[in-house]
């Protein structure tokens, strides 16, 4: 204690922030009694937290994340393991997150709050939150909603496991998902007691002869940008589930990585096209932060009544202020001024991250580069994608392997993201891979 803070003009600009944020975290400082100001003396610190943090866990050894088939802790795991360099997908610029404009969106909803706004609210989210959300689907994804119709949820994650119980309440206890397809959608769509029986995916998406084979009154794919092949679902495709929906089934729609496209604007939702028979969800884990834990539901009608039910038992709603923060940044413009910026940013990482792979793993055959925030690399026949995935965490050096997210058998790959990285570190940890996988020939 009694320490003196720089003055902020100067710890602004140590950081490269603007003055703003620094005053921002000063007063909170302030707000909570750990500093106080002294005039001319400066802001000194008063007070500490009292509590001493308890010590991490103790991260896994990297031959335990690759030992067993994948369980449903894999990813923490993964997550949690030892290493220098983390190109595993699904992992955005978290750098990147918007601190300032947050910060400034937060003053705003804050200054304007009535007292009223701080008691529980809908279930279903803040009107606002879903006014904005209505418009920024009818802009970007084609989806005409009333704002009515849409529920937030913490995630994609909660939107799976709320229409898992309620579609096994109606009576669905199958449905399709994608193969290779995600291995943590699989998980949770299990978690709830729902077969999920494995459809072929090739150069145009989901084969749709093989759903209808299955007799799945379901499924659940990402068409427009595939996990973790990273294909659209093309419009012959398209047309065919559309018919084989109107036929009675069921469509989930999770809208996988629908903002990150580059080299034209993303294709139409297919909730867009017919809307009685998809649930659609999405979210801001890829746009912002997962941290958030904010995303969106739609259902046909028939279904809505039970989903609030199932979101009013689960959690009463999320939490209001993050919503109206995340309204302020739709409504003013500043998210989309964000996803510009991360687009250019992308498009620079993933460019990078091809010329590596072809420069250290020749051979390889890269697949999805047109969107998303990683790449799926296929290698030759004959290697164990997973033995690959634990060698390179040794070297330190995250990946995860494709035979993970497949249920039958899939050549070996490497499912590698690259958005969080800069491409001095993608083209490092691209050559780890290369001479590890050279070691295991």
């Known amino acids: 204690m009694g320490a003196r803070l720089p003055a ?9 922030v603007s003055r703003g944020v620094v005053t921002e975290a000063y007063q909170r400082l302030t707000e909570d009694g750990h500093v106080v100001g002294r005039g001319r003396s400066g802001t000194v610190v008063v007070a500490v937290p009292a509590a001493v943090p308890a010590p991490p866990p103790t991260p896994p050894a990297p031959t335990e994340v690759f030992a067993d088939r994948p369980g449903t802790d894999v990813f ?4 949690t393991a030892p290493a220098e360099l983390d190109l595993t997908p699904g992992v955005p610029d978290l750098a990147a997150f918007p601190r300032a404009a947050w910060l400034r969106a937060e003053r705003a909803v804050l200054h304007r709050l009535t007292p009223a706004a701080f008691g529980y609210g809908d279930p279903t989210g803040t009107p606002a939150l879903r006014l904005a959300v209505a418009t920024w689907l009818a802009r970007s994804r084609g989806i005409r909603v009333d704002p009515a ?32 397809g995600s291995l943590g959608v699989r998980q949770h769509l299990r978690n709830w007691g729902l077969d999920t029986p494995p459809v072929a995916v090739d150069a145009h998406g989901l084969r749709i002869d093989d759903l209808a084979a299955t007799g799945a009154p379901a499924v659940l794919l990402t068409p427009a940008h595939q996990f973790p092949t990273g294909v659209v679902l093309d419009g012959e495709r398209r047309r065919a589930l559309i018919r084989w929906a109107q036929r009675g089934g069921l469509v989930v729609e999770d809208d996988y990585d629908a903002e990150h496209r580059y080299d034209r604007p993303p294709v139409p939702a297919l909730r867009a096209m017919l809307p009685e028979r998809v649930c659609y969800t999405g ?6 932060a997962p941290a958030l834990r904010i995303g969106w539901v739609l259902v046909p009608p028939r279904y809505h009544a039970a989903l609030v039910a199932a979101k009013r038992m689960a959690d009463l709603g999320n939490a209001a202020l ?3 923060v995340l ?14 910026l991360l687009r250019r940013r992308h498009v620079r990482r993933r460019d990078a991250m091809i010329r590596a792979i072809g420069r250290h793993l020749p051979g390889a055959v890269v697949h999805g580069a047109a969107a998303g925030l990683h790449l ?4 030759d026949p004959g290697l164990s994608d997973v033995d690959l995935a634990a060698a390179a965490l040794r070297r330190g050096v995250k990946v995860q392997p494709l035979s993970w997210h497949g249920q039958r058998p899939q050549p070996p790959g490497l499912v590698l993201g690259y958005a969080a990285n800069a491409p001095g570190d993608i083209e490092r940890g691209v050559a780890i891979l290369g001479a590890t996988l050279r070691g295991l020939r």
């Open 376 to 379: 799926l690399v296929t290698l």
């Open 76 to 79: 923490d795991a993964l997550r």
């Open 327 to 340: 309204a302020e940044l739709m409504d003013s413009g500043a998210l989309e001024r964000h996803l510009r």
């Open 283 to 288: 979210s801001v884990s890829k746009l912002l």
């Open 322 to 324: 993050p919503q109206l």
């Open 8 to 16: 902020s003009r100067v710890l602004a600009a140590e950081l490269g």
């Open 149 to 180: 119709e849409v529920m937030i949820v913490a995630g994609v994650s909660q939107a799976l496991g709320l229409l898992a119980q309620v579609l096994h309440d109606d009576g669905i206890h199958t449905v399709a998902v994608e193969d290779p």
